[in-house]
């Protein structure tokens, strides 16, 4: 089974950028789709972003569209998520997910923490 472990969250200032990277271990992660949530200080999980498994396809939450860009490097295992006109709304952990299809998401990392001040 996939194993993931996100990283690259910190503290930016309102219009800054992050980019977060979430490595996966295993043979198969060309098979995956892999997307990215996020967990508010309201306790809000929010749909961020997904991508197929050979990264044909991307999909994005209406909040993010236009200022988040998801993509993937299958020789790395790894899925990044570029974040660009970070918003203090943005503050959230951010988990990035495994599953089969996006209604199936059913292996997730850790966590890593964003937070944007004004």
């Known amino acids: 089974q996939v194993q993931l472990v996100e990283s690259g969250g910190g503290l930016v200032q309102a219009g800054g950028s992050l980019r977060l990277a979430c490595a996966a271990s295993?043979?198969?992660?060309?098979?995956?789709?892999m997307g990215w949530f996020r967990r508010t200080p309201d306790w809000e999980r929010e749909f961020v972003g997904a991508?197929?498994?050979?990264?044909?396809?991307?999909y994005y939450g209406a909040s993010v569209k236009g200022r988040f860009t998801i993509s993937r490097d299958n020789a790395k295992n790894t899925v990044y998520l570029q974040m660009n006109s970070l918003k203090p709304e943005d503050t959230a952990v951010y988990y990035c997910?495994?599953?089969?299809?996006?209604?199936?998401?059913?292996?997730w990392g850790q966590g890593t923490q964003v937070t944007v001040s004004s």
């Open positions: 991508i197929t498994g050979r990264g044909r396809s991307t």
């Open positions: 997910a495994a599953g089969d299809t996006m209604e199936g998401f059913d292996a």
């Open positions: 295993g043979r198969t992660f060309s098979n995956y789709v």
